[in-house]
T-cell receptor, first 110, second 112 residues
């Protein structure tokens, strides 16, 4: 079945780059997404990548997709304390239903 | 937020009682979804709708039913709440089949 795996925790210092990794299993996924969740809040769509792309850059965010290995990563440049949150990787499973990873908690220390 | 309102935002209910959660959207999007979020599980799909009166089950649909009589409203009903249904419930909407989904703020449900 479909499954999305993420590491659970990442700690970085302010100003460093953060890289959050994700693996997925459904090779037919057309879109892959990164969502951010701050405490007590809903999910905020950060960025997404279409499956025929290798890379997408959006300001401080860079998404890399290795379709052969089914590996997705999110790089946040110049990480700030306001980036502390839980980050979810998700794959589109048809009808825009999403299969989520368990989330990676990013802690940014000053 | 993309014009999505969930109500109530918090609810405490007793085991065995029926509970209905409401999701209202002002975006006229075709697709609507209910997910639940639990520690250690991420978000899991309960039910979704691809049009008025068109719904289908997700990964964790047992114990839940849904209805969509209007484009803007998607109701999630727990016919007889159980403690295992204590969770945070999120509604989401999507304009087309392969477009991004936008989430509401969530409803925290506690079943005692």
């Amino acid at each position: 079945g479909e499954d999305v795996e993420q590491s659970l925790f990442l700690s970085v210092r302010e100003g460093d780059s953060s890289v959050i990794n994700c693996t997925y299993t459904d090779s037919s996924s057309t879109y892959l997404y990164w969502y951010k969740q701050e405490p007590g809040a809903g999910l905020q769509l950060l960025t997404y990548i279409f499956s025929n792309m290798d890379m997408k850059q959006d300001q401080r965010l860079t998404v890399l997709l290795n379709k052969k290995d089914k590996h997705l990563s999110l790089r946040i440049a110049d990480t700030q304390t306001g980036d502390s949150a839980i980050y979810f990787c998700a794959e589109n499973s048809g009808y825009s239903t999403l299969t989520f990873g368990k989330g990676t908690m990013l802690l940014v220390s000053p | 937020d993309a014009g999505i309102t969930q109500s109530p935002r918090h609810k405490v209910t007793e085991t065995g009682t029926p509970v209905t959660l409401r999701c209202h959207q002002t975006e006229n999007h075709r697709y609507m979804y209910w997910y639940r979020q639990d520690p250690g599980h991420g978000l899991r799909l309960i039910h979704y709708s691809y049009g008025v009166k068109d719904t289908d089950k997700g990964e964790v649909s047992d114990g839940y039913s849904v209805s969509r009589s209007k484009t803007e409203d998607f109701l999630l009903t727990l016919e007889s709440a159980t403690s295992s249904q204590t969770s945070v419930y999120f509604c989401a909407i999507s304009e087309q089949e392969y477009t991004e989904a936008f989430f509401g703020q969530g409803t925290r449900l506690t079943v005692v």
